[in-house]
């Protein structure tokens, strides 16, 4: 399959995604561009349709010729590549000093994880945008019928659409994992690579990210705790006691507190913060942030609950109210695709949730002027009272401001009910 991108250039067998259209409008107008995220996410592949030197830095061979001759390199052909810079940072500063004395725009394209401790930020030179795994729709499994650029209009787009998803289908598209070289692998296969990506974050990238891990297995503990309470906004001292019960060496706040900023950096946490408008119609909100990992796969992996169990309701749950687990990986993979859908919005995804705990919103995208679309995650294909009552809340405390109201399921149909709310099957939802 050829795909052609806006600008009439033919991508070969690679699948367009949702961020191509940013890239490929970005490298029009700047120098040079970070393509940032989780490893396996696609980055290089994404930054290879546009590059016409590719430089490797994973490769001893790219690594000691560019080490060598650096600044031959930033004279070929452009867009230059440099793929995995972080393992030469002074690619990065040199980068950064060549856009200065030329701002033509499409020189270089780097992919790595976020600038390391002692690199200059890049502001104003090295812009990054971040690459999640795959959507549903990136996936080609399905076709949006309801975009969020709409719902983001305020002209309460009457909906349409309907899909063959079951709830099977859903707890398969998350266990899937959404890593695009995954999609086509078996059960057995898939899953060796996702405890093999897992242990190489333990092992190696933890270090190579600036964190020295004497205890792997305490890391690992400390990962399956987060994993079992994502989708909450669960306290690191809750999570930190959750990864050590019936173990005596309880890691210190400041080794936690050390994991947190590696993991951060390689992207494997992937947090929503919470709304804060600064103003005085909503006040006294919690100001703790969502959790979430890079891709709902890696949770379920990591908790180790079978296809099956997670059908009929089992796993870890932080509080009653919090329902199913699979119910926090539905969360957590409509997370991910809001984040994908908001970037390519230029609009900011957050949550919302009271400092009493009374009222929470799942999703709320900040869109022009303040004003917000608010969303509820929830498995289950139909609508009940108590699924709508937050948002009927935040209504009668935003009033105007609300553009839209929308609860996204595992239903077929897409349709706005009565009292104006809508209901989106995730399958049918698009940027």
């Known amino acids: 399959m050829k795909v052609m991108t806006n600008t009439g250039k033919f991508l070969g067998s690679y699948r367009r995604r949702i961020v191509d259209d940013e890239v490929d409008y970005l490298l029009t107008e700047l120098p040079a561009l970070l393509l940032d995220g989780p490893k396996a996410v696609g980055k290089t592949e994404t930054a290879r349709q546009r590059a016409q030197t590719v430089v490797r830095l994973n490769r001893d061979r790219d690594f000691q010729l560019v080490e060598a001759q650096l600044d031959e390199y930033l004279l070929k052909p452009t867009p230059v590549l440099f793929d995995e810079w972080q393992r030469l940072p002074q690619v990065w500063e040199a980068v950064k000093d060549s856009v200065d004395d030329d701002k033509t725009p499409g020189r270089y394209v780097l ?3 976020a600038p390391v401790d002692d690199t200059h930020s890049g502001a104003g030179r090295i812009p990054s945008l971040r690459m999640r795994p795959l959507t549903l729709p990136e996936r080609l499994v399905c076709t949006p019928s309801v975009s969020l ?3 983001l209009s305020g002209q309460k787009p009457a909906l349409s659409g309907a899909i063959d998803f079951s709830l099977e289908d859903y707890t398969d598209f998350i266990l899937r994992s959404g890593f695009p070289g995954f999609q086509d692998l078996s059960s057995r296969s898939l899953n060796k690579q996702l405890d093999t990506y897992l242990e190489r974050l333990v092992n190696v990238d933890m270090k190579e990210a600036g964190t020295v891990v004497r205890q792997p297995e305490a890391l690992m503990r400390w ?4 994993a079992a309470a994502v989708a909450t906004t669960t306290s690191w001292e809750k999570v930190r006691d959750g990864a050590n019960a019936g173990h005596d060496d309880k890691p210190s706040r400041d080794t936690t507190t050390r994991y947190t900023e590696a993991l951060t950096r390689l992207r494997i946490l992937d947090e929503v913060p919470p709304w ?5 119609h909503l006040s006294r909100l919690g100001q703790t942030p969502k959790r979430f990992l890079a891709d709902p796969a890696l949770a379920a992996r990591l908790v180790g609950v079978p296809r099956d169990r997670l059908l009929q309701g089992d796993g870890p749950t932080v509080t009653p109210q919090d329902g199913t687990f699979l119910g926090a990986l539905f969360e957590s993979l409509v997370a991910m695709s809001l984040f994908v859908f908001s970037d390519a919005n230029s609009v900011p995804l957050r949550h919302l949730r009271t400092w009493s705990g009374d009222h929470e919103v799942d999703f709320v995208v900040v869109g022009e002027g303040g004003k917000v679309v608010a969303l509820e995650a929830k498995l289950g294909n139909t609508v009940r009272p108590e699924h709508v009552s937050h948002l009927h809340w935040l209504k009668e405390q935003l009033g105007d401001r609300l553009l839209d109201a929308v609860v996204v399921n595992t239903g077929s149909d897409a349709y706005r ?3 104006g709310i ?3 099957p995730l399958g049918l939802l698009g940027p």
């Not at 990962?223 to 987060?226: D, E, P, Q, S, V």
């Open 111 to 113: 992919t790595g994880s």
């Open 149 to 151: 650029k709409s719902l």
């Open 223 to 226: 990962l399956r705790a987060y």
């Open 276 to 280: 804060l408008p600064g103003d005085n």
């Open 417 to 419: 009910r009565k009292d």
């Open 422 to 424: 809508a209901v989106v």
